[in-house]
């Protein structure tokens, strides 16, 4: 597609209850990023695919977060037994191999907005 | 340790007034530097990165490596150019993953 595609926009869910945040890269990009934005911060990274490899999850900030991009396109962030402060925007970016993002850059889809209650 | 600090919050300038937006990092080694901009409802988008030293939208921005500085710049404000600025940093190997700043929101009045 023209750009990076992320589904649903926004996202209620009940303390407790499991989601799945889905993001869709621009056709090509080899590199795909989940970020993580709380109100009133910048995005803070959780994991990177390349391809269907994910090469690093060092940001997942517990073993509730789950993430894959298995046939190396589409990639789905799970989180399970949401609590409240995993209410935040979640970003995908996805990128030409990772040598060239100082080249190109990111670029980033609209966004997820979750919010626990 | 990595990170980008955007000191400001908030910078509220005037149309036609020159417009600085700081940003100053940590990291051991070159960094690649970038700034994104975010306009209302919109999403976050590249701006300038500071390889290419290129000048978008009349802003610049040079890399001090002495004084670990990457500010924005721009001479004459414009109301469109209100929006949210984030600083960012690459790594240079292995993710190429970001470390963002926490932002500064540019408002410029007419």
């Known amino acids: 597609g023209a750009g990076v595609s992320q589904s649903p926009r926004y996202k209620v869910a009940k303390r407790g209850q499991d989601v799945a945040l889905r993001c869709d890269p621009i056709?090509?990009?080899?590199?795909l990023f989940w970020y993580q934005q709380a109100l009133g911060q910048g995005p803070e990274f959780l994991t990177y695919?390349?391809?269907?490899?994910?090469?690093?999850k060092s940001g997942l900030p517990s073993d509730r977060f789950f993430a894959e991009r298995p046939e190396g396109s589409v990639s789905t962030l799970k989180i399970q037994r949401t609590q409240q402060e995993d209410s935040a925007v979640y970003l995908c970016a996805s990128s030409l191999p990772g040598g060239t993002v100082g080249n190109y850059g990111y670029t980033f889809g609209s966004g997820t907005r979750l919010t626990v209650v | 340790a990595q990170r980008v600090t955007q000191p400001e919050k908030l910078l509220s300038v005037f149309k036609g007034a020159p417009v600085e937006l700081k940003c100053n990092y940590s990291y051991s080694g070159s960094p690649e530097l970038f700034w994104y901009v975010q306009y209302s409802r919109q999403r976050l988008q590249l701006l300038l990165r500071h390889i290419s030293r290129e000048s978008i939208k009349g802003f610049t921005a040079d890399l001090n490596k002495g004084e670990t500085s990457f500010h924005l710049k721009k001479p004459f404000a414009q109301e469109e150019d209100s929006a949210m600025y984030y600083c960012?940093?690459?790594?240079?190997?292995?993710?190429?993953?970001?470390?963002f700043g926490t932002g500064t929101r540019l408002k410029v009045l007419a």
């Open positions: 695919f390349q391809n269907e490899a994910q090469l690093d």
């Open positions: 960012a940093l690459s790594t240079t190997s292995g993710t190429y993953k970001y470390i």
């Open positions: 056709s090509g990009h080899v590199s």
